[in-house]
Nanobody
Framework: QVQLVESGGGLVQAGGSLRLSCAASGRTVSTYAMGWFRQAPGKEREFVGAISASGARTTYVDSVKGRFTISRANAENTVYLQMISLKAEDPAVYYC??????????????????WGRGTQVTVSS
């Protein structure tokens, strides 16, 4: 079993930055693709981006390209989501998830078998 715990969320001004972390325990996630999703109130969970097991490949939803970057430190069993230039449409609960490394990387939530409980990101204007 894999346990995932997100951290780093909080309140930030529009245009500001946050770095979310996803710490894994229970077993290594070095062989899993790791994804980030978000869910705003009243909306469906949305794919944000994903990174391959090795970290060599990433993919992002168009709305965050150029602003969000996913990285991972397999030796620390941790994945990161660096967010810059945060906008009014970015507030949500952000979740990390572990899934299979496929080509292309999985972008649908049902491909991911392990999920964290999420961390809240709030953006003030």
């Amino acid at each position: 079993q894999v346990q995932l715990v997100e951290s780093g969320g909080g309140l930030v001004q529009a245009g500001g930055s946050l770095r979310l972390s996803c710490a894994a325990s229970g077993r290594t996630v070095s062989t899993y693709a790791m994804g980030w999703f978000r869910q705003a109130p009243g909306k469906e969970r949305e794919f944000v981006g994903a990174i391959s097991a090795s970290g060599a490949r990433t993919t992002y939803v168009d709305s965050v390209k150029g602003r969000f970057t996913i990285s991972r430190a397999n030796a620390e069993n941790t994945v990161y989501l660096q967010m810059i230039s945060l906008k009014a449409e970015d507030p949500a609960v952000y979740y990390c998830a572990a899934g299979p490394t496929t080509t292309p990387l999985p972008i649908y939530s049902n491909r991911y078998g392990y999920w964290g409980r999420g961390t809240q990101v709030t953006v003030s204007s």
